[in-house]
């Protein structure tokens, strides 16, 4: 009797039914609150991991610079554990060699994580489309959330990356 | 029960002293490089530099493109010290082609050099401060940086990659007022430096992790054949801008910085003072710039070398940087080697933190004045 | 340079081979259209040549009375000296520009393919800090290897002996240079891969066999 009733198959449609309406009756009421805050908690803390891979770093510094200073945005300075990091800024051209060590670093990290490709070459390899040992972009390492042109992207370009990323967390699922 | 490896692996005997680290090439530093350490406790016992992961193939790139296409990627190793990098590659195609420079052109490329000297060697400050835990040193010279970036992006159009130098002048003229905003901010500029001072080069924090660290010697310092601020700070005598001027830095009125101890301090001390150098070489330059004039010499179109080749050298940042070209009767460079003083510098990084403790590393390390991204090419 | 495989062309960028280019507009139309525009139609390098400056004169002099005929001095210029000599000769050639004449460090260390002759030109460029006046001298010192069709890095006939005995400075350029053209050095301690990555299993990439994609 009870093993036919865990059996998901055989079991009453009547239970399976009532179940589930109670679940959606609870997501509603308290999953959008939630999602808020657990959102609301995750834009304003976005930690970035410091993985400096060409160029683009540089303006990636002066993004934290008093001038730009984007920690106002709620994105932290970033010097830090990776295992910390929810946030991973690919900085400019991926090498051949380059390349599973982003993926390693990645994996490392705790979900949830956001990519940010920063720069032309992070994208489609930009002004390097023709070199032997550089990336045509990074979607076939790690699944990019935003883009970011130009080469290299004025801090403020990086900042509006990193607020439109605020916008797509806000819209995102908490839980 | 051994299996067989398959070729190019190998175990490594585990030894319980030893223990290996893997520093990089992502870490809370300056990316992008990897340095294999072996410690003995808190001691390095050894170090293996494996740089390389920002190799991106510039020479091969240059050998498919014509002179002039070859300029806004060959910038690109070193973005924030851009002038610096394209001045050797525009002398030697000068060279090459037999193109002479208008007088007016030579000043403006002083100029841009030494403020684009003053912009890499900020940033370089800025990180050696966070490198060593000091957060106002981040934040000073990142906000003064930009002052300078402001000038240049005046002069040029871009924020960092300026394509300014081109093979026969500059790009385009000086906009207007600019001598006086020049000389305004490197007289702001040098009243700013002396308050570096006070807060990080007096600091008995920083002496005590710097002083006596990484002694290089100066018999090593030439045997090693290091270049730049390394090898001044070691008490050799040698900078290109005096040693061989080109343009017209030998009218130019300014010191070679050199100090003698030949630690990490001596190593971050000089390109600092090298800015005061700076900013006087930017003022006589000022002073004895003709008023007006042309600025550039027109190339003809898809210009070709002749079977010849030319090695030239300027100093930048981060020591003597040098194009060797190799031409013949086309319009794309035969081969383009660019030696850089990153790579060079290289050399020193198993000999000096050999002995050294783990917690002295990132000193070393960024002392060196070495940006991996210039060094990979 | 000496190498006879190329072409000695001369510089065709007169008046007339540009205005064919433009085929719409003639011949004066087009002189014309260019010197509107102040481009001027000067041959590319200067046919004038420069004087032998009497101190680098001096140097290689030095270098040409002791090798005689195992070395060929191929330009002296301003500042600049290039000689070049068989790859069995160079270690002695480069002994004694370090102890007699007082070069101290390598710059850099060079590669040039040369597929046509079949060889490759290994480039030393050579400077001194000791000496005041040399200092603003660059010695490139310059030797070619074989250079095999099918190259296997490492056991085939392209190799040479190290400088590092010499120039202890040449280590990490001696092994970019082995990656990069495939050039084993005999007696370097470390001919490890550099800058490649570690799966790299082309030939050597600045080798003018390895074409770059696209192009």
């Keep these: 009797m009870l093993k036919e009733f865990f059996n998901q198959e055989t079991a009453p449609h009547a239970t399976n039914v009532l179940v589930g309406k109670l679940g959606e009756v609870l997501v509603r009421a308290v999953g959008k609150p939630l999602d808020y805050a657990i959102n609301w908690g995750r834009i304003w803390s976005l930690w970035p991991v410091h993985l400096e891979t060409a160029c683009c770093s540089v303006e990636f510094g002066a993004a934290s610079s008093p001038r730009y200073d984007v920690e106002r945005f709620g994105i932290i300075e970033a010097f830090g554990s990776l295992r910390q990091c929810d946030l991973i800024v690919v900085m400019g051209t991926i090498t051949r060699k380059m390349a599973p060590r982003l993926r390693m670093v990645y994996d490392q990290m705790p979900d949830p994580k956001y990519v940010i490709a920063m720069g032309a070459c992070a994208i489609t390899g930009g002004l390097y489309f023709d070199s032997y040992n550089v990336l045509p972009g990074i979607d076939g390492v790690l699944p990019v959330d935003i883009y970011v042109p130009g080469c290299p992207p004025r801090p403020e370009t990086l900042i509006q990356g990193c607020m439109l990323l605020q916008e797509k967390i806000k819209r995102m699922k908490g839980a | 029960m051994t299996t067989p490896l398959p070729p190019g692996i190998q175990l490594e005997k585990v030894d319980d002293r030893i223990m290996t680290l893997n520093v990089g090439p992502q870490h809370p530093g300056s990316g992008h490089m990897r340095l294999i350490i072996k410690v003995d406790g808190d001691y390095i016992v050894s170090c293996d530099p494996d740089p390389g992961y920002v190799h991106r193939g510039e020479e091969k790139m240059a050998e498919y493109r014509n002179y002039i296409q070859n300029i806004p990627h060959l910038e690109r190793p070193v973005i924030h010290d851009s002038s610096n990098i394209l001045y050797p590659y525009c002398l030697a195609v000068e060279e090459l082609l037999g193109i002479e420079v208008p007088e007016r052109a030579k000043y403006i490329r002083v100029i841009a050099a030494e403020l684009n000297r003053c912009i890499y060697t900020l940033y370089w400050l800025a990180i050696y401060g966070i490198f060593l835990g000091h957060s106002t040193m981040f934040m000073w010279p990142a906000g003064d940086r930009e002052l300078f970036i402001d000038l240049l992006e005046a002069m ?45 080069y007096k600091n008995p924090i920083l002496i005590s992790r710097t002083e006596g660290t990484g002694i290089l010697s100066r018999t090593d310092a030439i045997r090693l054949g290091t270049t730049g601020s390394v090898l001044r700070a070691s008490g050799v005598n040698y900078d290109i801008r005096k040693k061989e001027p080109y343009d017209v830095y030998e009218n130019m009125d300014f010191e070679t910085v050199v100090m003698k101890e030949g630690d990490s301090y001596a190593r971050s001390y000089i390109p600092y003072l090298e800015m005061f150098e700076s900013c006087r070489i930017i003022r006589d330059a000022i002073r004895k710039m003709p008023k007006s004039g042309s600025v550039r010499t027109k190339l003809k179109p898809n210009p070709k070398g002749g079977n010849d080749e030319v090695y030239k050298r300027v100093e930048s940042g981060r020591g003597e940087l040098g194009y060797y070209i190799v031409s013949n009767n086309r319009p794309e460079p035969y081969r383009v080697k660019i030696s850089v003083g990153s790579f060079r510098n290289l050399i020193c990084m198993p000999y000096l933190l050999k002995g050294e403790l783990l917690g002295n590393m990132p000193s070393v390390y960024w002392g060196l004045n070495y940006w991996p991204v210039e060094a990979d090419r | 340079m000496s190498s006879e495989n190329e072409k000695d062309e001369q510089p065709s960028d007169t008046v007339a081979a540009h205005s064919e280019d433009t085929e719409s507009l003639s011949k004066d139309e087009a002189k014309k259209f260019y010197e509107e525009k102040g481009i001027d139609f000067s041959p590319d390098s200067p046919i004038h040549p420069k004087p032998i400056p009497p101190f680098e004169k001096s140097i290689s002099d030095k270098i040409a009375s002791k090798f005689n005929s195992k070395i060929n001095v191929d330009y002296v210029r301003e500042s600049r000296i290039r000689v070049s000599t068989k790859k069995e000769d160079i270690l002695d050639v480069a002994f004694f520009i370090r102890d007699e004449l007082g070069y101290d460090h390598a710059v850099s260390v060079s590669g040039v393919d040369y597929p046509d002759s079949k060889e490759i030109e290994v480039v030393y460029h050579l400077g001194s800090y000791t000496d005041e006046k040399l200092a603003s001298q660059v010695l490139t010192l310059a030797t070619r290897v074989p250079r095999e069709e099918i190259p296997n890095p490492g056991k085939d006939s392209s190799r040479m002996t190290s400088l590092r005995e010499v120039f202890y400075s040449v280590e990490f350029h001696e092994r970019e240079c082995f990656e990069m053209f495939g050039v084993y050095f005999e007696g370097h301690p470390d001919n490890r891969r550099l800058l490649l990555p570690e799966d790299w299993a082309d030939i050597p990439p600045f080798r003018k066999d390895f074409k770059i994609k696209g192009r």
């Design chain 2, 156 to 200: 040029s159009g871009a924020r960092v990659t300026h394509a300014y130098l081109v093979p026969g002048g500059v790009r385009n003229d000086l906009p207007a007022n600019f001598e006086e905003r020049c000389l305004r901010q490197v007289d702001y500029f040098e009243k700013r430096l002396k308050e570096y001072q006070a807060i990080f």
